[in-house]
Protein backbone atom coordinates (compact mmCIF):
# COMPACT_ATOMS: atom_id res chain seq x y z
CA UNK A 1 0.00 0.00 0.00
CA UNK A 2 1.51 3.49 -0.84
CA UNK A 3 2.71 5.54 2.10
CA UNK A 4 0.36 8.17 0.84
CA UNK A 5 -2.63 5.71 1.47
CA UNK A 6 -1.55 5.06 5.52
CA UNK A 7 -2.55 8.72 6.44
CA UNK A 8 -6.19 8.33 4.96
CA UNK A 9 -7.82 6.41 7.90
CA UNK A 10 -6.44 9.41 10.54
CA UNK A 11 -6.83 11.86 8.03
CA UNK A 12 -10.78 10.78 7.48
CA UNK A 13 -11.26 11.11 11.39
CA UNK A 14 -9.83 14.38 11.71
CA UNK A 15 -12.23 15.47 8.81
CA UNK A 16 -15.24 13.67 10.08
CA UNK A 17 -14.39 15.60 13.75
CA UNK A 18 -14.27 19.09 12.70
CA UNK A 19 -16.61 18.82 9.80
CA UNK A 20 -19.10 17.79 11.67
CA UNK A 21 -18.59 20.21 15.00
CA UNK A 22 -19.12 23.47 12.20
CA UNK A 23 -21.34 21.36 10.38
CA UNK A 24 -19.32 21.69 7.13
CA UNK A 25 -18.88 18.13 6.17
CA UNK A 26 -15.33 18.57 6.23
CA UNK A 27 -14.91 18.42 2.60
CA UNK A 28 -12.98 21.94 2.03
CA UNK A 29 -10.14 20.41 4.35
CA UNK A 30 -10.49 16.89 2.67
CA UNK A 31 -9.66 18.75 -1.19
CA UNK A 32 -6.70 20.39 -0.96
CA UNK A 33 -5.20 17.30 1.47
CA UNK A 34 -6.08 15.52 -1.34
CA UNK A 35 -4.52 18.00 -4.17
CA UNK A 36 -1.54 17.50 -2.37
CA UNK A 37 -1.37 13.99 -1.71
CA UNK A 38 -2.20 13.39 -5.36
CA UNK A 39 -1.01 15.89 -7.55
CA UNK A 40 -1.53 13.49 -10.74
CA UNK A 41 -5.19 13.02 -10.26
CA UNK A 42 -8.03 14.89 -12.42
CA UNK A 43 -10.35 17.45 -10.48
CA UNK A 44 -13.25 15.26 -11.56
CA UNK A 45 -11.04 12.02 -9.41
CA UNK A 46 -10.74 14.34 -6.43
CA UNK A 47 -14.10 15.77 -6.02
CA UNK A 48 -16.22 12.65 -6.48
CA UNK A 49 -13.74 10.90 -3.52
CA UNK A 50 -14.60 13.82 -1.56
CA UNK A 51 -17.81 14.02 -2.13
CA UNK A 52 -18.43 10.51 -1.63
CA UNK A 53 -16.93 10.80 1.85
CA UNK A 54 -18.40 13.74 2.57
CA UNK A 55 -22.01 11.30 2.25
CA UNK A 56 -20.99 9.61 4.28
CA UNK A 57 -19.82 12.30 7.22
CA UNK A 58 -22.97 14.25 6.50
CA UNK A 59 -25.08 10.49 7.23
CA UNK A 60 -23.53 9.80 10.61
CA UNK A 61 -22.99 13.07 11.79
CA UNK A 62 -26.77 13.67 11.17
CA UNK A 63 -27.52 10.75 13.12
CA UNK A 64 -25.45 11.99 16.45
CA UNK A 65 -27.22 15.47 15.81
CA UNK A 66 -31.06 13.60 15.41
CA UNK A 67 -30.82 12.59 18.70
CA UNK A 68 -30.10 15.78 20.02
CA UNK A 69 -33.22 17.80 18.41
CA UNK A 70 -31.19 20.30 16.52
CA UNK A 71 -32.28 19.36 12.92
CA UNK A 72 -35.00 21.38 11.56
CA UNK A 73 -36.41 18.57 9.14
CA UNK A 74 -39.38 20.85 7.60
CA UNK A 75 -36.92 23.14 6.01
CA UNK A 76 -33.84 20.35 5.42
CA UNK A 77 -36.13 18.97 2.92
CA UNK A 78 -36.98 21.55 1.40
CA UNK A 79 -33.52 23.13 0.83
CA UNK A 80 -32.44 19.57 0.54
CA UNK A 81 -34.53 19.38 -2.76
CA UNK A 82 -33.02 22.92 -3.64
CA UNK A 83 -29.53 21.75 -4.18
CA UNK A 84 -30.30 18.61 -5.63
CA UNK A 85 -30.31 19.84 -9.28
CA UNK A 86 -27.65 22.24 -8.84
CA UNK A 87 -25.30 19.47 -7.48
CA UNK A 88 -26.07 17.20 -10.30
CA UNK A 89 -24.74 19.90 -12.77
CA UNK A 90 -21.64 20.80 -10.63
CA UNK A 91 -20.89 17.08 -10.80
CA UNK A 92 -21.25 17.31 -14.88
CA UNK A 93 -19.18 20.63 -15.36
CA UNK A 94 -16.26 19.65 -13.73
CA UNK A 95 -15.49 17.60 -15.68
CA UNK A 96 -14.93 20.90 -18.25
CA UNK A 97 -12.16 22.18 -15.38
CA UNK A 98 -8.06 21.84 -15.80
CA UNK A 99 -6.41 20.85 -12.56
CA UNK A 100 -5.17 24.74 -12.51
CA UNK A 101 -7.81 26.59 -13.20
CA UNK A 102 -9.66 24.01 -10.48
CA UNK A 103 -7.10 25.02 -7.70
CA UNK A 104 -7.38 28.88 -8.19
CA UNK A 105 -10.94 28.86 -8.45
CA UNK A 106 -11.17 26.50 -5.40
CA UNK A 107 -8.88 28.26 -3.22
CA UNK A 108 -10.33 32.07 -3.99
CA UNK A 109 -13.77 30.64 -2.76
CA UNK A 110 -12.06 29.45 0.56
CA UNK A 111 -10.30 32.96 0.98
CA UNK A 112 -13.08 35.26 0.35
CA UNK A 113 -15.63 32.76 2.40
CA UNK A 114 -12.97 32.84 5.19
CA UNK A 115 -12.57 36.69 5.32
CA UNK A 116 -16.87 37.29 5.17
CA UNK A 117 -17.14 34.88 8.31
CA UNK A 118 -14.15 36.35 10.04
CA UNK A 119 -14.84 40.32 8.88
CA UNK A 120 -18.77 39.59 10.28
CA UNK A 121 -19.36 38.02 13.35
CA UNK A 122 -22.70 35.89 13.69
CA UNK A 123 -25.79 37.86 14.89
CA UNK A 124 -27.68 36.69 17.85
CA UNK A 125 -30.70 35.03 17.88
CA UNK A 126 -32.29 38.41 18.94
CA UNK A 127 -31.92 39.37 15.57
CA UNK A 128 -34.46 36.97 13.81
CA UNK A 129 -37.06 39.28 12.16
CA UNK A 130 -40.18 37.71 13.47
CA UNK A 131 -42.67 39.71 13.24
CA UNK A 132 -42.17 40.69 9.69
CA UNK A 133 -45.13 39.16 7.27
CA UNK A 134 -44.17 36.49 4.90
CA UNK A 135 -41.85 34.75 6.20
CA UNK A 136 -41.47 31.02 7.14
CA UNK A 137 -41.51 30.84 11.29
CA UNK A 138 -39.81 27.80 12.92
CA UNK A 139 -39.81 27.34 16.66
CA UNK A 140 -38.06 24.04 17.90
CA UNK A 141 -37.02 22.15 21.18
CA UNK A 142 -33.87 20.23 20.82
CA UNK A 143 -33.40 17.57 23.11
CA UNK A 144 -31.90 19.53 26.43
CA UNK A 145 -35.29 21.70 26.48
CA UNK A 146 -34.19 24.84 24.78
CA UNK A 147 -36.38 26.38 22.68
CA UNK A 148 -34.98 27.88 19.48
CA UNK A 149 -37.35 30.51 17.59
CA UNK A 150 -36.74 32.38 14.09
CA UNK A 151 -38.08 33.31 10.96
CA UNK A 152 -37.24 33.58 7.08
CA UNK A 153 -37.37 33.81 3.59
CA UNK A 154 -38.14 30.40 2.08
CA UNK A 155 -37.82 32.44 -1.53
CA UNK A 156 -33.94 33.46 -0.32
CA UNK A 157 -33.39 30.12 1.36
CA UNK A 158 -34.17 27.89 -1.87
CA UNK A 159 -32.30 29.79 -4.35
CA UNK A 160 -29.14 30.12 -1.90
CA UNK A 161 -29.61 26.33 -1.66
CA UNK A 162 -29.29 25.56 -5.34
CA UNK A 163 -26.41 27.58 -5.61
CA UNK A 164 -24.66 25.82 -2.90
CA UNK A 165 -25.63 22.28 -4.42
CA UNK A 166 -23.94 23.70 -7.59
CA UNK A 167 -20.15 25.58 -6.11
CA UNK A 168 -19.87 22.32 -3.52
CA UNK A 169 -20.53 19.93 -5.54
CA UNK A 170 -18.55 21.39 -8.50
CA UNK A 171 -15.52 22.43 -6.00
CA UNK A 172 -16.00 18.69 -3.90
CA UNK A 173 -16.54 20.30 -0.38
CA UNK A 174 -20.01 19.35 0.53
CA UNK A 175 -21.56 22.83 0.53
CA UNK A 176 -21.71 23.28 4.30
CA UNK A 177 -18.67 26.26 4.23
CA UNK A 178 -21.42 28.40 2.45
CA UNK A 179 -24.48 26.46 3.84
CA UNK A 180 -23.98 27.43 7.08
CA UNK A 181 -22.52 31.43 6.92
CA UNK A 182 -26.33 31.37 4.71
CA UNK A 183 -28.14 29.68 7.15
CA UNK A 184 -26.68 31.89 10.33
CA UNK A 185 -26.31 35.36 8.89
CA UNK A 186 -28.91 35.54 5.86
CA UNK A 187 -31.65 33.15 7.07
CA UNK A 188 -31.37 33.97 10.95
CA UNK A 189 -30.68 30.16 12.06
CA UNK A 190 -29.21 29.51 15.50
CA UNK A 191 -25.62 28.47 15.35
CA UNK A 192 -26.43 25.23 16.65
CA UNK A 193 -29.64 23.97 14.64
CA UNK A 194 -27.66 25.42 11.19
CA UNK A 195 -24.94 23.41 12.12
CA UNK A 196 -27.39 20.29 12.47
CA UNK A 197 -29.67 21.32 9.69
CA UNK A 198 -26.49 21.77 7.39
CA UNK A 199 -25.29 18.33 7.83
CA UNK A 200 -28.93 16.71 7.23
CA UNK A 201 -28.90 18.82 4.00
CA UNK A 202 -25.19 17.81 2.82
CA UNK A 203 -26.27 14.09 3.55
CA UNK A 204 -28.87 14.70 0.33
CA UNK A 205 -27.06 16.46 -1.65
CA UNK A 206 -23.43 14.58 -1.37
CA UNK A 207 -25.63 11.50 -2.78
CA UNK A 208 -26.95 13.04 -5.26
CA UNK A 209 -23.36 14.76 -6.56
CA UNK A 210 -21.97 11.15 -5.94
CA UNK A 211 -24.27 9.11 -7.96
CA UNK A 212 -23.61 11.42 -10.73
CA UNK A 213 -19.76 11.02 -10.19
CA UNK A 214 -19.93 6.90 -10.03
CA UNK A 215 -21.82 7.21 -13.44
CA UNK A 216 -19.08 9.03 -15.00
CA UNK A 217 -16.63 6.36 -13.89
CA UNK A 218 -15.02 8.55 -11.52
CA UNK A 219 -15.61 5.78 -8.35
CA UNK A 220 -15.44 2.67 -9.95
CA UNK A 221 -13.83 -0.10 -7.92
CA UNK A 222 -9.95 0.34 -7.93
CA UNK A 223 -7.56 2.31 -6.08
CA UNK A 224 -9.65 5.55 -5.86
CA UNK A 225 -12.79 3.59 -4.27
CA UNK A 226 -10.05 2.21 -1.92
CA UNK A 227 -9.07 5.64 -0.64
CA UNK A 228 -12.95 6.64 -0.43
CA UNK A 229 -13.75 3.51 1.71
CA UNK A 230 -10.52 4.09 4.03
CA UNK A 231 -11.41 7.77 4.49
CA UNK A 232 -14.78 6.55 5.42
CA UNK A 233 -14.14 4.05 7.77
CA UNK A 234 -12.37 7.48 9.90
CA UNK A 235 -15.16 10.01 9.51
CA UNK A 236 -18.29 8.02 10.53
CA UNK A 237 -16.48 7.85 14.34
CA UNK A 238 -14.71 10.99 13.63
CA UNK A 239 -18.35 12.62 13.19
CA UNK A 240 -19.74 11.19 16.29
CA UNK A 241 -17.65 12.80 18.56
CA UNK A 242 -17.53 16.15 15.93
CA UNK A 243 -21.48 16.28 17.38
CA UNK A 244 -20.66 15.80 21.05
CA UNK A 245 -17.60 18.87 20.55
CA UNK A 246 -20.41 21.31 19.26
CA UNK A 247 -22.80 20.72 22.00
CA UNK A 248 -19.99 22.07 24.78
CA UNK A 249 -18.97 25.14 22.18
CA UNK A 250 -20.53 28.16 21.67
CA UNK A 251 -21.88 29.94 18.46
CA UNK A 252 -20.11 32.34 17.68
CA UNK A 253 -16.56 29.92 18.42
CA UNK A 254 -17.62 27.30 16.26
CA UNK A 255 -18.44 30.17 13.45
CA UNK A 256 -14.95 31.89 13.84
CA UNK A 257 -13.31 28.13 13.68
CA UNK A 258 -14.70 27.66 10.14
CA UNK A 259 -13.37 30.92 9.02
CA UNK A 260 -9.73 30.18 10.50
CA UNK A 261 -10.03 26.80 8.71
CA UNK A 262 -11.21 28.48 5.51
CA UNK A 263 -8.20 31.00 5.11
CA UNK A 264 -5.66 28.88 6.48
CA UNK A 265 -6.55 26.45 3.32
CA UNK A 266 -7.76 28.84 1.00
CA UNK A 267 -3.97 30.18 0.95
CA UNK A 268 -1.95 27.30 1.33
CA UNK A 269 -3.94 26.18 -1.95
CA UNK A 270 -3.41 29.36 -3.88
CA UNK A 271 0.25 29.10 -3.17
CA UNK A 272 0.76 25.25 -5.02
CA UNK A 273 -1.21 26.44 -7.56
CA UNK A 274 0.75 26.24 -11.23
Known amino acids: MPIASWVLLPLGFVVGTYGTLIGAGGGFVLVPVLLLLYPEERPATI ?3 SLAVVCCNALSGSIAYARERRIDYRSSFLFAAATVPGAVIGALVVNALP ?12 VV ?16 PLAQ ?15 HEFAFSLPLGLALS ?16 IHVPALVQLLHFP ?46 PGAQLGARLSRRL ?24 R
Open 162 to 177: LVVGFVSSLLGIGGGI
Open 191 to 236: VHLATATSHFILAVMAFAGSVVHFLNGELHPGSRLGRTVLLALGVV
Open 99 to 110: RGTFDLIFGLTL
Open 47 to 49: TAI
Open 250 to 273: GGSLIIRLLGVALLAVGVRLLLTV
Open 113 to 128: LALFIILRPAPSPTAS
Open 133 to 147: VGLMRRVLIDAHGVR
